[in-house]
Every structure is written in C-alpha cells, then in structure tokens.
C-alpha cells in the first residue's frame, strides 16, 4: 500500500450501535422488580411508566428504530414481571407467605 494513498469513509463505513438486550440486564430487571415489590397502585404504575420511558430514551439514543425499541422494552416488562414471579414463588415455598 502507498503511503501517500487517502483513505475515505464511506457510509458503509459506519459501525452501527447494538445495544445489550434489555432482557439479558440481571441488575436492571432484579432492580425494577425489587422497586415494584414495595410499590403499590398509582406509585407503582409511574415508576414503571418512568422506568420503560428511560430505557425507551435509551434505547433511541442509541439509534434503535421504534419497532426494536418496542420489541425491546416488552421483552424488559416480560423479564421484571417472571422476576416478580419467581421472588413471590421462592417467598412461597421458604414459607415466608401463607398461600
């Protein structure tokens, strides 16, 4: 190769931004579930509106189109909400709970 010789980038050039799946952030979905487990009602449903919001803005930050920001956070609320499952089914056969 000649030294001299320029090298142009090309939008083909451009490395595109793949963000770490939503519904593989252990600390993120145990977070939320644990948040949601000592809300209730109305506090409840805005933090898990501001909660989705941000991880939307996140996602578009990153460039993501809104079909995969879609798929994205409802993979997220599927995660937190098998979370929530499982911590209520573990408190259930350690006994903590009467069923």
Not at 37 to 54: I, K, M, P, S, V
């Amino acid at each position: 190769m000649a030294a001299n010789q320029s090298v142009k980038a090309t939008e083909s050039d451009v490395s595109t931004i793949v963000p770490f799946p939503v519904a593989r952030r252990l600390t993120a979905i145990r977070t939320a579930a644990a948040e949601l487990e000592d809300l209730h009602g109305a506090e409840a449903l805005q933090f898990w509106r501001r909660r989705c919001r941000a991880l939307a803005d996140e996602l578009f930050a990153c460039g993501c189109s809104e079909d995969e920001v879609r798929r994205q956070v409802m993979d997220f609320q599927g995660e937190v909400q098998a979370e929530l499952q499982h911590r209520h089914l573990s408190r259930v056969s350690q006994g903590v709970m009467s069923q």
